[in-house]
């Protein structure tokens, strides 16, 4: 019997409608997991932006950082150097010696040092001796200049000034009162600063006893009378500057330091009378 022949029955569905509810399923399916899909990578985009912002940023910027600004000054420490002082009062301290250049303007600052600031068994002495170039000028106050190098030599001292005037062979010099604080106790110091324009040099230094004492303004314009030069670098001004000094040097007077100092010995150049020779004079 041919089929196409055959009613049909309400109980029987043709072939084709068994197909058509099956793909129905099929593609419900696949957009079921497709949304699932979309659901999971979008939750997962939500968590990444959410600890990003959540978690520390690194900051950025267009602007080029600039390196760590190095400083101007070359330093070097070195034994012995242009200048000296040959002092008793100083000896078994303990002596360095810092030179610092200027990198681009050509300055010259020589920094002798004896003792240390925190050591109250001897006195502590610092003498700068500045040579500017193009970098800048020295400083005319004495006050500003004995702050500076207190500021440089990194310790903690109350200035005062000017206190009053020092006779030295550089000539009458403004003192500066100055009280420094260490970790053993206050110890007094007394200070100066000069600016000399013949010689284009500007010399700070000061004197500290090891406890609360007053320093005798002879304590510091002996150990200035027993600094000395001892390599100019072809400076002319700076050669004539020390033989001028040292004409005006006095000798100190050890029995009786606060009096400071005591006339120069004379000797044959002072004397109208010709200098003393010895020995025995043959005449041929």
């Known amino acids: 019997m041919n089929d196409r022949h055959v009613p049909l029955s309400v109980f029987r569905r043709p072939p084709e409608a068994v197909a058509v509810p099956l793909l129905l399923e099929q593609e419900a399916r696949a957009v079921t997991a497709s949304r699932v899909l979309a659901a999971m990578a979008m939750a997962a985009l939500v968590a990444f932006f959410v600890v990003g912002l959540g978690g520390p940023q ?9 390196p760590p600004q190095r400083s101007a000054w070359i330093e070097a420490a070195r034994q012995n150097g242009a200048f000296a002082i ?4 100083l000896q078994g301290l303990e002596h360095t010696y810092l030179t610092r250049r200027h990198a681009t303007g050509g300055g010259r600052e020589d920094i002798l040092t004896y003792g ?3 050591d109250t068994n001897g006195a502590f002495v610092r003498v700068s001796l500045y040579r500017p170039g193009t970098e800048g000028a020295v400083l ?7 702050a500076s190098l207190a500021a440089l030599s990194s310790i903690q001292a109350d200035i005062t000034g000017p206190a009053g005037i020092l006779i030295t062979k550089f000539g009458d010099l403004q003192t500066v009162q100055m009280t420094l604080a260490t970790g053993n106790g206050p110890r007094n110091c007394l200070a100066i600063a000069g600016k000399f324009d013949e010689a284009a040099i500007g010399i700070t230094a000061w004197y500290c006893n090891p406890g609360t004492e007053l320093v005798a303004p002879g304590q510091l314009a002996c150990m200035l009378d027993r600094l000395a030069m001892l390599s100019s670098g072809g400076d002319e001004r700076l050669i004539d500057f020390f033989a001028v000094a040292e004409r005006n040097r006095s000798f100190c007077d050890v029995k009786n330091p606060l009096l ?6 004379p000797d044959w150049i002072d004397t ?8 025995k004079f043959t005449a041929r």
Do not use: M, N, Y
Not at 140 to 146: G, K, L, N, R, W
Not at 272 to 277: A, E, F, N, Q
């Open 116 to 118: 240390a600031a925190s």
């Open 86 to 89: 040959a002092s008793s009062a």
């Open 272 to 279: 109208k009378d010709g200098p003393r020779l010895r020995g």
């Open 260 to 265: 400071g100092v005591a006339p120069k010995a």
């Open 58 to 66: 690194q900051a950025k910027s267009s602007v080029e950082q600039a």
């Open 140 to 146: 005319s106050d004495p006050v500003e200049s004995v």
